[in-house]
């Protein structure tokens, strides 16, 4: 009995999965303005991970970097697919304007080459 | 001799390190002839920014430009990513579009920036004030410029008004591709508008959702551009999302009527056809985008339509069904 319930309820979840029966074919989508125009522009680009499954991505890859739980859904609310599509890839190491306070290890960094070609002097004082 | 041998390589190392290209600024005497020599938006509202938080004080100062009532604080919750100590571009064009704004990414040219300003609209930049290998990134308001003086003038970090060498600020500027963002009333035009650039940014209100301010940016590319196509397929995609068929099938009909070539508008005028039962039409113009869509990116949606066209039953001789 129990048995026969499980399998219903996973061939039941197969068919949502598939779309099968869904209730919300009543209106067909449409193709969007973006799209089509996107497509102009670009040569083929195969859609890698699909955009339902990117938007999941992105959720919980701003989760990971300390965005607030009630303001991600408001955040995903103006992504497109696409940027969607390339946050969930490259959000770990895309440009993050954050201003001059990273300047103090740009500076560090340039000490350091300069140090190594021995025009400076500095890290040889400390033993 | 020493000195000199070491003092190159310095340079050589420095030079490989940041690319040390030199970008020219692209201000020729043609690119800026319509120009004023010298403008300065000086009513441009100034935030100085937290630390880290250059993204949300450059967003409000270009959306409260553009009559949009935020804080940089009010931002920070929209576009600040604690765990990277900073804001990503994609996200200042989602925050602007939930603010029914056009976000405009301008051609990577200084001109094209210049000629903004100088038409009263602050420009979001994006720069790279470090090193390719170290960068550090940086999001500031170019608010004027002086042509003769070659200078920039920035709402930048805790600035209020920093004035930068036009060649200096060009180099870390294209360390961050050349990005300039121009925030837009929908019922306005950015400055020499480019069909698709503009269309583009419309195109993304109406991609997530935002359907009244992408109607009023369709609306005034129609204006602009009377022979393009886009305007009426983005229209007619509005009128489709809102539930009005009816607005939506006249609408995809004129767009093809200014181009017959046009996959969504052929696409989604066999989708509203085949649910209004007039399957031979609809089967029709499937057919037509499904050939026109072959190679493209499109291609398996609209194959996807085309098999639901061909599977659609229910003919319904009763309505009016040939229009093209």
Not at chain 1, 56 to 79: D, F, S, Y
Not at chain 2, 8 to 16: D, G, L, R, Y
Not at chain 2, 135 to 158: E, M
Not at chain 2, 212 to 222: C, G, K, L, N
Request: proline share 5%; glycine share 8%; charged share 20%.
């Amino acid at each position: 009995m129990a048995g026969l319930f499980r399998k219903t309820v996973v061939y039941a979840l197969i068919a949502s999965l598939l779309g099968l029966g869904s209730p919300m074919a009543a209106q067909a989508e449409i193709l969007g303005t973006l799209a089509g125009l996107e497509s102009a522009r670009r040569g083929a680009d195969l859609e890698r991970i699909g955009g339902v499954l990117a938007r999941e991505q992105v959720r919980e890859q701003m989760h990971a970097l300390g965005v607030k739980e009630g303001q991600i859904e408001a955040r995903l609310a103006g992504l497109t697919d696409a940027e969607l599509r390339t946050l969930a890839e490259r959000i770990d190491n895309m440009p993050a304007g954050a201003g001059l306070f990273e300047l103090v290890g740009v500076v560090f960094v340039v000490l350091l080459i300069l140090e190594a070609v021995g025009v400076i002097d500095i890290f040889k004082k400390f033993p | 001799m020493r000195a000199l041998r070491h003092a190159a390589i310095v340079w050589a190392a420095i030079a490989a390190l940041g690319g040390c290209a030199s970008y020219p600024t692209g201000l020729t005497t043609a690119a800026i002839s319509h120009l004023p020599a010298q403008v300065e938006l000086t009513q441009v509202p100034f935030f100085a920014q937290q630390q880290y938080q250059c993204g949300p004080a450059a967003l409000a100062t270009v959306l409260q430009s553009a009559d949009v009532d935020v804080s940089p604080q009010d931002l920070a919750e929209d576009v600040y990513l604690p765990g990277r100590k900073g804001s990503l571009q994609m996200e200042l064009l989602a925050a602007t579009r939930v603010r029914d704004r056009v976000p405009y990414l301008l051609p990577e040219r200084l001109p094209a920036v210049l000629e903004q300003v100088a038409a009263g609209r602050p420009v979001l930049v994006m720069q790279n004030l470090g090193l390719k290998i170290a960068p550090a990134w940086h999001f500031a308001v170019l608010i004027g410029y002086d042509l003769t003086a070659r200078t920039l003038i920035l709402r930048s970090g805790t600035t209020q008004r920093l004035v930068v060498d036009m060649d200096r600020f060009v180099k870390t500027w294209a360390r961050a591709q050349w990005w300039g963002l121009v925030v837009v009333e929908p019922d306005q035009l950015p400055e020499n508008p480019d069909l698709e650039r503009y269309m583009t940014a419309a195109a993304s209100l109406e991609a997530v959702g935002r359907l009244d301010a992408a109607a009023q940016a369709y609306i005034r590319a129609r204006a602009q551009w009377p022979h393009s196509a886009w305007p009426a397929v983005g229209l007619a995609n509005v009128s489709y999302r809102k539930g009005d068929l009816r607005s939506a099938e006249d609408g995809y009909v004129a767009a093809l009527e200014l181009d017959a070539d046009n996959i969504i508008a052929r696409n989604n005028l066999a989708e509203i056809l085949a649910g209004r039962g007039c399957i031979a039409e609809a089967r029709m113009h499937a057919a037509r985008a499904a050939a026109l869509a072959a190679g493209t990116p499109l291609e398996s949606a609209v194959a996807a339509t085309a098999r639901g066209v061909d599977t659609a039953t229910s003919p319904h001789h009763g309505a009016a069904c040939s229009r093209l």
